[in-house]
């Protein structure tokens, strides 16, 4: 459950199954910052494959060493988890797994060095052919020579220069959608700027995760968590990628702060699902009712596991059962017929499934709120985890020094919304939420182009 693709997520890899993630079901991505976090994202629509030419010569330095190495290895998948630890950093492994690293990999199929265009001795960028057409690939080595940043990615799309322009792009993306471009005023409310349909509400994604964190923060504000709280990652909280806590041991532990960071940078779903349970469901539910104006459609809150299983076993006859339910019925639905299904039992799904019905709803002007209730909190590890990936929007950083990012996806989906403050203090959000009930959005396509209309929003916000 999740969105990014070009998008550069911190740490992310491609859902095993049809579900909701931040990257596109077809791909995965892991993204690094400068720093520390890894990076190594799959991209959007691919450039344009032109008539091959010689291959560069390769640096004879750290980072081309390891991109040589990169280059023979992906030839021969899978990469034996070993040799993948003697090339990456332990910063970007505490992130992308091996298994996830090799998945990626895979989605590719295969990487061809076309050209270099930038290099230093631990630093470079060129471009590769690929299975998916012609990516961006951006490479950095930390101290020891590890690979510490692995980004693919695909060409930014021109942005629009007007809110014209913008509508008309947007419109032709999905048959539904909906916008806002906002600022944040000192009273904590939405000032619309732009907007389209900005009280419907529509389908979520992983986008609902905003309201786990912020039930989180809530309970932490009151003591009654810490930022330290271990969670135990016991077999019936597991869930399905995005994410890497589904592959910890059962019963192990991880803090609530790393669960949370992994919930927001690559969207993990089992993170979500271990914060949904140790606030409680209800108190989520709360968190809701106070961001958003349609909260009645998000009881019950769902699970990223129930949502799997309502939606990826025996469809359409738990999902059927489930709807015919009043309130109190699917409550206890989810805690009998629902927790007693095994995860197991999921297929994948590529057209959409009930995303009217059975999802997590909110409206953009829902979703601002979201994101204004989050900075008010002002809870110190709430920036470092909002801010971890940017989805690869690009902003420049002197001008808009914070950007926080928390998008969605499933067959049908696909959503993305961004709080940006700018070096005067100013703090907008802009949110655009699209779907379509009967074909699958191809994301490979609209993400890109919808991180362009993000992107353009930002800068007509600053020209006022």
């Known amino acids: 459950m999740g969105a ?30 400068a720093a ?8 959007g629509a691919p450039l344009a494959s032109p008539t091959p030419a010689p291959a560069p010569e390769i640096p004879d330095s750290p980072v081309g060493e390891q991109l040589g190495w990169l280059l023979g290895a992906a030839a021969a998948l899978p990469i034996p988890e070993d040799e993948i630890r003697a090339h990456f950093s332990a910063a970007f492994l505490g992130q992308v797994s091996p298994a996830q690293l090799n998945e990626v990999l895979q989605s590719l199929g295969g990487l061809r060095l076309e050209s270099l265009t930038g290099v230093t001795p631990t630093a470079l960028t060129g471009v590769v052919a690929t299975g998916l057409g012609r990516l961006q690939i951006s490479m950095a080595v930390d101290g020891d020579g590890r690979i510490a940043t692995l980004l693919f990615q695909q060409e930014q799309r021109p942005a629009p220069q007007s809110w014209a322009e913008l509508d008309q792009r947007l419109r032709s993306l ?34 609902f995760k ?4 912020g039930a989180t923060a809530e309970q932490i504000k009151k003591g009654r968590l810490s930022w330290d709280t271990p969670l135990t990652i016991r077999p019936g909280l597991k869930s399905l990628p995005s994410g890497i806590l589904q592959d910890r041991p059962d019963d192990s532990t991880v803090s609530v702060k790393e669960a949370a960071q992994l919930m927001i940078s690559i969207s993990d779903n089992t993170g979500a699902d271990l914060l949904i ?33 309502l939606k990826g076993v025996d469809y359409p006859r738990l999902a059927k059962k489930y709807l015919s339910l009043d309130r109190a019925g699917r409550y206890r639905y989810l805690a009998t017929t629902v927790a007693r299904t095994p995860l197991s039992a999921v297929t994948p799904w590529d057209r959409p499934r009930d995303i009217g019905a059975l999802e997590w709803f909110a409206s953009p002007g829902d979703v601002c709120r979201a994101f204004a209730g989050l900075s008010a909190l002002n809870t110190p590890p709430l920036d470092e985890v909002m801010s971890a990936n940017d989805a690869g929007l690009g902003l420049d950083a002197d001008a808009w020094p914070t950007v926080w990012y928390k998008g969605g996806s499933e067959p049908g989906v696909l959503s993305m919304g961004f709080l940006a403050r700018d070096a005067a203090g100013r703090t907008y959000v802009v949110t655009a939420l699209t779907s379509d009930p009967r074909t699958a959005l191809d994301e490979t396509s609209a993400a890109p182009e919808l991180l362009a209309l993000v992107r353009g929003s930002f800068a007509m916000l600053a020209r006022g």
């Open 4 to 33: 990014a693709l070009a998008l550069a997520v911190t740490a992310t890899a491609a859902p095993a199954t049809a579900a909701p993630a931040d990257t596109p079901p077809a791909t995965a991505t892991a993204t690094a910052t």
């Open 36 to 43: 520390s976090a890894p990076t190594l994202v799959s991209a």
């Open 174 to 207: 999905a048959p539904r959608a909906g916008f806002l471009a906002a600022e944040i005023r000192g009273n904590g409310t939405c000032r619309p700027v732009h907007a389209i349909a900005p009280d419907t509400s529509r389908p979520l994604g992983s986008m």
């Open 210 to 213: 905003l309201y786990v964190l």
């Open 277 to 309: 349970d140790k606030a409680g469901r209800a108190r989520v539910e709360a968190q809701v009712a106070r961001w958003s104006g349609h909260a009645a459609l998000n009881r019950p809150f769902l699970t990223t596991r129930e949502l799997f299983l």
